[in-house]
């Protein structure tokens, strides 16, 4: 699909409709022996970081396109006066598993919930629970992790690397395991400008890291954590890449392999077009931008946004289980020799399917304005800037002076001031992200498109992660149309009322600018005539 912006039209227009499963192509050709699904049927899975939104997709993915899976174990950390089979439970009642309810209703007696926290030494589970998963797991999928680029050095370390450990230590004792599959990030070495599919000398080991935060106390450790990271950007990037440190120690003998996703953003079709659950990253810019605060960024746009659809990053996480169980069947005759290291698997979109920030921007614009959500305050404005001054210069103009206006104006007539606080947040988000925007890395993934090409047809279809074949255009359509659905919460059918806003908003915005210049205009002719009455 196009859309001419100059011309208002759209041609082959889709309706808003498309982005729930009842309206797709289902697939109606036979597609033959799958590979994949051959190597899943019976058997038993262990994943972590199941709540989360690439756990909450590979969840749905193993239960829909592998139906023989024997049990799906879910870690899931106890919640204050919230069961946790009925949080798992309640999970499942979300709009991204109606496909799955349909083809498979009885799909919930596969799950089994296994209460436990990565955070904790020996994952918080109690033994039982722990013996049968010793004794049943074939699969394990480790996702679990704080993406919180501002987490505490501690709390990151128990999760990203301790928390590493302990699932070596328990697949170790999986005397039936075939594969495990260590979902990491493309940026875990980001210090670097190239980035290959292999494992890089670690700034220190993890096991010395882990002694280190369990010793020291916590406020000695926040004083010394610059110090610490070195030259990576935040506590997330340098405990991922920490964690490899582990797992180049622990998986001696073991069928693993690490897989390495850049920036996941919503789906492109499966099970739902466009569905996403969080705010991170460059959906965050989206959402800021569509109602109205977000208006600059601190990004270069002819950089390469590295983004990647989350159901294409489960495809090819649930690939990559595929090959290493192929390879080394088990971990004990067939295991990999001692001094392998793991495969490394780069799943990125800049080395098939580049994408700048700037084009980034300009496709979010184009679907964007066609579909503006109800929850607009402000007229859509937005630029990319890679001078630091400028950034500034329009942080100050767009976002704080009015922040301090309005805020003003609502102490005055009795409310409460809401906008210093969010531009706060903000602001800190637009320092996080402008590492990666401003930046630019030379990716490798020839073990990545290696593995698509050795899957079977039928896989290539059910799996499909191959990026080159990846549109844009069309992806893009379906992601602002997704955000504005299950982030925004707003339905497609307010768009009419929304686009009556919006143009409402624009001649707000276009007052607003005429009142300001008239000021600049009215203040350098105050300046002008009392130079002038100085002079004559």
Known sequence: MTYDVQNKEILNPKQGGDITFMDMVEEKEPLGDSQIQKMFAGSSVFLTGGTGFLGKLLSEKLLRTCPDVKKLYMLARPKK???????????????LYDKLRKERPDFMKKIVVVEGDVGQIGLGMN???RIKLMNEVEFIFHGAATVRFDEPLKTAVEINVRGTREIFQLARACGKLKAMVHISTAYSNCMLNTIDEKFYECIMPGDKLIDLVETMDEKIINNITPGLLGDYPNTYA??????????????????????????????????????IDNVYGPTGVV????????????????????LVPGDMVVNACIATAWKTAKEYPGNH???PPQDLPPPVYNYVSSEQKPLTWEKFM??????????????????????LTPSRFLYMMHCFLLHWLPAYIIDGIAVLIG???????AYTKISKFSDVLAYFALKQWKFYNKNTQNLFSELCEADKKLFD???????????????????????????????PKSITKHRRLKYVHYFCCTLLSLGVLRLLWGVLSFMFSLVF
């Open 362 to 383: 300009s496709y979010t614009e184009r679907y964007g304005l066609t579909v503006p959500p109800m929850q607009a305050m402000y007229y859509y404005l937005f630029s």
């Open 127 to 129: 033994e039982e629970d």
């Open 415 to 421: 409310k409460k001031p809401m906008l210093r606080k």
């Open 287 to 306: 959402v800021g931008a569509a109602v109205g605060l977000l208006h600059v960024l601190h990004a270069d746009p002819k950089a390469l946004a590295d």
């Open 81 to 95: 006066n919230k069961d946790t089979t009925k949080r798992i439970q309640e999970q499942f009642d979300d709009v």
């Open 465 to 495: 992660f191959d990026m080159s074949k990846l549109d844009w255009n069309d992806y893009f359509y379906s992601y602002v149309r997704g955000i504005r659905v299950y982030l925004l919460k707003d339905p497609l059918d307010t768009v």
């Open 238 to 275: 340098y405990t991922k890449s920490v964690a490899e440190d582990i797992i180049l120690k622990y998986s001696k003998g073991l069928p693993v392999a690490v897989f390495r996703p850049a920036i996941v953003i919503a789906t492109v079709k499966e099970p739902v077009s466009g569905w």
């Open 333 to 335: 005759e067939d295991a």
